[in-house]
C-alpha cells in the first residue's frame, strides 16, 4: 500500500485544518488506518486510527474532542480534521495503514502499521 499525505501548513493557534491521505495498491488488505505525529526531538506518538470496514476510530487523549478522523472508501482517503489547533500540536503527521485487525481505541503502537507515507509538516503559531 502507498500513502500519500497532504493539507499540512503553517496556522495560528485556535484554527483548523484538515489533512488528507491516499491510499493505492494493495488498500484491500487494509484493516485500519492510523495517524502518527512527530515533534522535533521526540519520538513517534499515536494521534488517531480508523477502521476500514466500519469507520471505528479512537484517538489519542491529547486530541480527544478536537480531532476527528474519516474516510472516504470510494477515494481510497482518510482524513484528519484538526480545530483548535495548539501550538504543541506542531510536527510532522503521518498516515499509517495496517494489515492488521485491532481496535481503534487501544492506541497502537507505530510497529502494528506497515505501511506510511512520507510526512506532512503541521506548525502551529502562538
Known amino acids: 500500500v502507498q500513502l500519500v499525505e497532504s493539507g499540512g501548513g503553517l496556522v495560528q493557534a485556535g484554527g483548523s485544518l484538515r489533512l488528507s491521505c491516499v491510499a493505492s495498491g494493495r488498500t484491500f488488505s487494509t484493516q485500519v488506518m492510523g495517524w502518527f505525529r512527530q515533534a522535533p526531538g521526540k519520538e513517534r506518538e499515536f494521534v488517531g486510527a480508523?477502521?476500514?470496514?466500519?469507520?471505528?476510530?479512537g484517538y489519542a487523549d491529547s486530541v480527544k474532542g478536537r480531532f476527528t478522523i474519516s474516510r472516504d472508501d470510494a477515494k481510497n482517503t482518510v482524513y484528519l480534521q484538526m480545530n483548535s489547533l495548539k501550538p504543541e500540536d506542531t510536527g510532522v503527521y503521518y498516515c499509517?495503514?495496517?494489515?492488521?485487525?485491532?481496535?481503534?481505541?487501544?492506541?497502537?503502537?507505530?510497529?502494528?502499521?506497515?505501511?506510511w507515507g512520507q510526512g506532512t509538516l503541521v506548525t502551529v503559531s502562538s
Open positions: 480508523i477502521t476500514w470496514s466500519d469507520g471505528r476510530t
Open positions: 499509517a495503514a495496517s494489515r492488521f485487525r485491532f481496535s481503534p481505541t487501544t492506541a497502537p503502537a507505530p510497529s502494528l502499521f506497515t505501511s
